[in-house]
């Protein structure tokens, strides 16, 4: 099992910057998989990035070069660093990880991108 909890999020004005961490907790061994996902009222979950345990990182064409995925084994943290952000953004944010096959998810944080 795996705990995940999502914080960071909040109101931003556009163009502004926000960090999202999301901290692990429980048997985390062996988790090869760790991503953003985000959903906006009315539309489907979208994935967001990702990071693979070799740290190799894909992100969605829509963030590209304004978010950057990381992570920290030390802290059990992963990372979403948003920059630039657009009204377009605004969303409930969830981290997830994938361990041996199975999808663990956090409960999302509120990212509000408004003036």
């Known amino acids: 099992q795996v705990q995940l909890e999502e914080a960071g999020g909040g109101l931003v004005q556009p163009g502004g910057s926000l960090q999202l961490s999301c901290v692990s907790s429980g048997d985390t061994f062996g988790i090869v998989l760790r991503a953003w996902y985000r959903q906006a009222p009315g539309k489907q979950r979208e994935l967001v990035a990702a990071i693979s345990s070799g740290r190799s990182t894909s992100y969605a064409d829509s963030v590209k070069g304004r978010f950057t995925i990381a992570k920290d084994n030390a802290r059990r943290t992963l990372y979403l660093q948003m920059n630039s952000l657009k009204p377009e953004d605004t969303s409930v944010y969830y981290c997830?990880?994938?361990?041996?096959?199975?999808?663990?998810w956090g409960s999302g944080t509120q990212v509000t991108v408004s003036s």
């Open positions: 997830t990880h994938r361990l041996r096959s199975q999808d663990y």
